[in-house]
Nanobody, 114 residues
Framework: QVQLVESGGDLVQPGGYLRLSCAAS????????MGWYRQAPGKQRELVAR???????YYTPSVKGRFTISRDNAKNTVYLEMNSLKPEDTAVYYC????????WGQGTQVTVSS
């Protein structure tokens, strides 16, 4: 199974911007759909966005218009650009295939607070 390492999380103020990266240990060309997920304290992990190899995308309604998912197969990397961040976006963010593999990376913490 490919290993995925997330990075880019930080503490930002409401309205701020972050770009998350997900580096894969091997080629992601064969992974048709990649996704970004998040888990807030006391809540279940949820799908935030996903992207197919052909670049079609899906976003959960709460982030549509603010987040952008992209993938660079040549760099084995998936990105999540997050604009107009809100306190309710605070969570640990993970990347994985969609549907997800059983094993998850360590995630990256995003905290939106003034």
């Amino acid at each position: 199974q490919v290993q995925l390492v997330e990075s880019g999380g930080d503490l930002v103020q409401p309205g701020g911007y972050l770009r998350l990266s997900c580096a894969a240990s091997e080629s992601i060309v064969s992974i048709t759909v990649m996704g970004w997920y998040r888990q807030a304290p006391g809540k279940q992990r949820e799908l935030v966005a996903r992207i197919r190899s052909g670049s079609s995308t899906y976003y959960t309604p709460s982030v549509k218009g603010r987040f952008t998912i992209s993938r660079d197969n040549a760099k084995n990397t998936v990105y999540l650009e997050m604009n107009s961040l809100k306190p309710e976006d605070t969570a640990v963010y993970y990347c994985n295939a969609w549907p997800p593999y059983d094993d998850w990376g360590q995630g990256t913490q995003v905290t939106v607070s003034s």
